[in-house]
């Protein structure tokens, strides 16, 4: 499927005020410009393609989350804009500009850079008023959580991704823990696998995040001896989050609410 412009109208930009050309810095900090309105739009990465949904613009996938680009189909598709992740390589974008095609690394890393994007994307677009709109009922929702939160002392959160794997701080999971009042308590470069028992006892977390889909419960945690005097354990604030919504993109608002509320219920009493 390509968005197609064909028949649509479009959006007021003010009186007598031409849209385009248009140019927007990337997350790359590389310009990118349109001369005129895509008429076709390729994706490739989770965040483009749930900004595009938000958007309510029609595009085609291009590539992977593994940060692969399908070069063949892009030569024969031409889009005039390629928005990316940030999973999909530098070389991989290369080649795409290489191929004279406007390519767009979004800043999915945090909601900031999320909103840059919703905003970026829009006027790329050519429909800089829907990014506005979308963009402002994001910002809406984090300003909320910033106001009740206000003065609230971070607690500290472990991020239970199965197994005791985790995530880091500096991911974009780990910022919405920042940002909903908690300290990842795995820091900047976890090791992959399990994160070390011993060291969760030192960290000492308050908060337990762990997915919705996962079968263990606080029942299983509590029988686990090397575990259960943890402070998150000992207490029950035990979190189920759809990780699916903690992708970077606009969804994750809703779960920054909800851990927000978790991790400080008596600030939104």
């Known amino acids: 499927m390509l968005l197609s412009a064909c028949g649509e109208k479009r959006e007021p930009t003010g009186a007598r005020v031409p849209l385009y050309p248009v140019s927007v810095r990337d997350a790359g900090q590389d310009t990118v410009t349109l001369a005129k309105t895509p008429t076709r739009i390729g994706v490739a ?19 992977d989350n593994a940060g692969n680009l399908d070069l063949g189909l892009i030569r024969t598709l031409k889009p005039q804009l390629i928005v990316t992740g940030s999973e999909v390589s530098q070389a991989a974008v290369d080649q795409a500009r290489a191929l004279k095609i406007s390519v767009y690394m979004t800043p999915d890393r945090t909601l900031d850079g999320i909103e840059k994007a919703l905003s970026d994307v829009s006027l790329l ?3 800089p008023i829907r990014g506005r709109d979308v963009r402002k009922q994001l910002a809406r929702t984090r300003e909320d959580v910033k106001a009740a939160i206000a003065g609230a002392k971070p607690v500290r959160v472990f991020v239970d991704l199965g197994h005791f794997a985790t995530v880091s701080d500096s ?24 994160f070390p028992i011993e060291r969760l006892r030192q960290l000492k977390p308050e908060v337990w995040v762990i997915s919705s889909d996962s079968p263990v ?23 189920h989050v759809n990780m699916s919504l903690l992708e970077p993109g606009p969804e994750a608002a809703a779960v920054l609410s909800g851990l927000a509320r978790a991790f400080h219920p008596d600030a939104f009493r």
Do not use: M
């Open 125 to 127: 677009a050519g429909i």
């Open 171 to 194: 991911s974009f999971i780990g910022s919405i823990i920042k940002e909903a009042g908690g300290i990842d308590v795995a820091g900047p470069d976890p090791q992959e696998g399990p």
């Open 45 to 63: 990465g989770q965040a483009p393609t749930r900004i595009a949904e938000a958007l309510a613009i029609t595009v085609t996938s291009v590539g």
């Open 217 to 239: 419960t606080l029942a299983d945690l509590r029988r686990n001896r090397r575990i259960k005097w943890l402070p998150a354990i000992r207490s029950g604030r035990f979190v």
